[in-house]
């Protein structure tokens, strides 16, 4: 089967995610490392290892790389992973607004690349910090190309992050997110559904002022029930992970 090559500005959209990092204050930065491993519940369970750095800057500007992996339980033999996704993120210097900068504007431009699918990303965060909790919403477009095929669909993402600090040591966040399709002739989502919502529930234990550690659950919506591997069933996650500040 021919491979349709990755379109040449999906490969820019990386370079210059970049590109955008290095022009600004590189000299002055902080840098968090993030190990992920999530468990789905479903029948042929999934193990999701991931691992990002995160290069934040002195103008409130950050790059994201990341990377993952996964097994299936009686699809995939033991031992190496197989490929799932790579993905950039630029989150671009965030504009202040109000009283004491509490409302936040924040405009994000990434990719992900996977073996038999790129995505293009664009989107806009808001956000509001106030004393010990901060809720910010987020839309991001976009726009994928499967190789095989190179059917193109255009689909949209909601998300509500609501975070809660209990105290110096423990915070809670809750984010719901909402996906759906752009156009009416691109194929459905897995659920066989033009739109699905997920919730995501966190909680981060800071162990001191360079390490954290962090766990939660996340509830997906169902597979559909023609597809072939665990029709009907949720691929809802149990996942923990490791924050390293440097």
Known sequence: MQTIPQPKWLTGIAAT????????????????????????????????????????????????????WFWQEDVHESGWPKHDEAFVNYSLPAYRLGQDDQWSVTPQLGAKFRSNVTRALAGIKVGYAGDGWSLSGRYRYEHETTHETAVEGRAG????????????????????HYHFKHESDSPDFHTGDRDYL?????????????????????????????????????????????????
């Open 17 to 68: 995610c970049v590109a955008l990092s290095m022009s600004g204050p590189t000299w002055s930065a902080d840098n968090i490392l993030t190990m992920k491993l999530e468990q789905t519940t479903n029948d042929h369970a999934l193990t999701l290892p991931k691992v990002a750095i995160t290069r934040v800057f002195d103008d409130t500007s950050s790059l994201t790389l990341e990377k993952s």
């Open 198 to 246: 997920e919730h995501e529930l966190l909680v981060f234990h800071k162990l001191n002022a360079n390490n954290t550690v962090f766990g939660g659950y996340i509830q997906r919506d169902k597979n559909s029930d023609q597809v072939a591997t665990d029709p009907g069933q949720r691929f809802s996650s149990w996942l923990i992970g490791y924050q390293y500040k440097f």
């Open 157 to 176: 993402r909601i998300d509500l992050y609501a975070s809660y600090d209990i105290n110096d040591d423990w915070t809670l966040l809750y984010n719901p």
